[in-house]
């Protein structure tokens, strides 16, 4: 008896280490070194006023709109059927596009229900010109609001002058030889809302250094209600 207590005490030591030795296996198969993950950073997108004008300083839209789809498809943007070909654009005749100018699709503008949704596209640094709306056709004055879904944009309209605090945004001198009339800017980045503070007041938008990609909201848009404040882009 003695022989075989001794016996299955050796069993148990021999089946322990067993187990010990194939623990140590499975940890070292756990702790081998990871493979560094790398970032995907952006490269970072520009454009220049020439690739937008011809030789004769005639506005190429189709050019316009390739940069556009290039800034779109930057901050992954959906990129649906027909979007291209419904891209409204325009550079206020000033022949600054790159600087001064404005991107559209309307989805809907309800001149019955009274409301209205677009998304509107700014290259990096461009403004969108200072404006006012006013009661026109039937519509009533448009009230707007705007969410900012990719990039930053610096949205200006009445308010306590802090200009100052943004020495990055630049009103070009083909705005009105340089100029606005209201400077009260907001900072907004993705997700952030603002919203028209006073109806018929004056209004503007500068993209940051990524462009921006805008949606907006309001009750409805007429084209004759827009007046701008730089007479030379009515």
């Not at 309307?106 to 596209?121: H, P, R």
């Not at 006013?134 to 009445?158: C, D, Q, T």
């Amino acid at each position: 008896m003695k022989k075989l207590f001794l016996l299955n005490i050796l069993i148990i030591v021999v089946l322990c280490n067993s187990c010990a030795n194939n623990n140590n296996t499975e940890k070292n198969k756990i702790t081998n070194p990871t493979t560094e993950v790398k970032k995907d950073l952006k490269k970072g997108i520009k454009f220049t006023n020439e690739q937008f004008y011809d030789a004769e300083g005639q506005f190429l839209e189709e050019k316009a709109k390739d940069a556009l789809m290039e800034m779109l498809a930057y901050h992954n943007y959906p990129i649906f059927d027909g979007l291209r070909e419904k891209i409204w654009l325009t550079d206020y005749n000033q022949g600054n596009y790159a600087e001064l100018g404005l991107a559209s699709i309307m989805f809907v503008n309800n001149e019955e229900d009274k409301y209205m949704l677009m998304d509107i596209f700014l290259l990096p640094g461009q403004m969108l010109g200072e404006h006012m709306h006013f009661a026109a056709e039937g519509n009533p004055v448009k009230m707007e609001g705007w969410l900012v879904r990719h990039g930053k944009s610096y949205i200006v309209g009445v308010g306590e002058n802090n200009r100052d605090q943004f020495p990055q945004v630049v009103v070009p001198q083909n705005h009105w030889e340089g100029k606005v009339t209201t400077n009260h800017i907001i900072e907004a980045n993705e997700g952030d809302f603002a919203s028209l503070v006073k109806a018929e007041s004056p209004h503007w938008q500068m993209a940051g250094p990524e462009g921006v990609v805008i949606t907006e909201v309001g009750n409805v848009h007429t084209n004759s209600g827009v007046l701008r404040s730089d007479p030379k882009m009515n």
